[in-house]
């Protein structure tokens, strides 16, 4: 088989696998993402993969570039990548996709086990605004006091879910245009 038709096998094989599945994007026939991990864990990793034209004889181009890993450090990315090249080499002429997706699941841990989060976010404030802000926090805001009978009203318009009906502020149209007169009025 030539190596277009091993990709295309391949390709195949990882659409019905992965299929419905949100950690496997397709982002065209040479070129994936897949997510390892849940999104709300700290050790969670994108690995971009790029097939060369002679995949699966060469091995494919993994890299960590993306927006979502920011928050991991370059020795951490580093680590990721060694290992993963590990894998490569050993499977080397064979699809290999799957098994190195399943492999990095398997092994996300181990794979992040040095990981400190990076934290990219810097806020800047200037010396007036720190202390401007600090003496408002001082100052709660004070609610709006309603009255009983408010209350009761505001009950009374609401439906059973705490919503007001629609239409519940909109003009009584004849009553309306009685006061102000139609159109043929001038």
């Not at 864990?41 to 890299?63: G, H, M």
Request: glycine content about 4%; some cysteine; hydrophobic content about 35%.
């Amino acid at each position: 088989m030539t190596a277009n038709e091993d990709q295309e096998m391949e390709l195949e094989a990882l659409r019905s696998i992965y299929e419905g599945d949100d950690c496997f994007k397709e982002i065209s026939p040479v070129s994936f993402q897949f997510r390892i991990g849940d999104l709300a864990d700290t050790k969670t990793f994108i690995l971009d993969v790029t097939w060369p034209e002679t995949y699966p004889e060469t091995a494919p181009q993994i890299s960590l570039d993306a927006f979502f890993n920011n928050r991991i450090s370059a020795e951490t990315k580093q680590v990721i990548l060694s290992k993963l090249e590990e894998q490569v080499e050993a499977n080397l002429g064979t699809a290999m996709m799957f098994t190195l997706f399943e492999w990095a699941k398997e092994n996300q841990e181990a794979l992040m086990e040095n990981h400190k989060p990076v934290v990219t976010a810097v806020t800047l404030t200037s010396s007036s605004e720190a202390t401007t802000t600090s003496s408002t926090a001082k100052k709660k805001e004070k609610k709006e006091q309603l009255t009983k009978a408010q209350k009761r009203r505001m009950v009374n318009r609401t439906d059973n879910k705490g919503e007001l009906p629609r239409g519940w502020n909109w003009v009584d149209v004849i009553k309306h245009l009685s006061k102000t007169g139609g159109k043929d009025d001038n």
